[in-house]
């Protein structure tokens, strides 16, 4: 909240010359602890788009690079595959959890222990057309407890 208040306080002060943000609100963001030699995790959240949009991708400077990803049953197989978007329905709020849809950091630069906080950057397209992106920080949890994929 004290986010928005500050940048409306902001566009006011400016006579509206600064880019529009998205009213994007991001809850609970989190990574999974790696191990050394580790190469990739997984990145979860709640996301809820207030006018809707897609987002479209993401990055992180402990990542080579950072997708979006659905895991979904075939048959009795789990299946895990990158995709080019995830729509963000106006006002309704999608989860990115372990074994649907989340983000993966892959190419890792470095091992990611519990409790640190890693930035994200998320890529989202509004319905008007617009690209813009909203920098997060996701806390590292352990790895015990929670399935992985």
Do not use: C
């Not at 006002?91 to 640190?116: E, F, N, R, S």
């Amino acid at each position: 909240m004290a986010v928005r208040i500050a940048f409306i306080a902001l566009l006011a002060v400016s006579g509206g010359n600064v880019a529009a943000q998205p009213s994007v609100d991001i809850n609970g963001p989190w990574v999974r602890e790696t191990v050394a030699a580790q190469t990739s995790t997984g990145g979860y959240m709640e996301i809820t788009s207030r006018p809707g949009g897609v987002l479209i991708g993401a990055s992180s400077p402990v990542a080579g690079r950072v997708e979006v990803h659905r895991m979904t049953l075939e048959g009795n197989t789990m299946k895990m595959r990158a995709v080019d978007k995830l729509d963000l329905p106006a006002g309704k709020t999608v989860k990115l959890a372990p074994g649907g849809y989340h983000l993966m950091l892959l190419d890792l630069k470095q091992a990611l222990p519990a409790g640190i906080l890693v930035p994200l950057k998320l890529s989202i397209v509004g319905n008007d057309g617009r690209r813009s992106s909203v920098e997060i920080k996701a806390e590292v949890r352990p790895l015990g407890g929670i399935h992985q994929h």
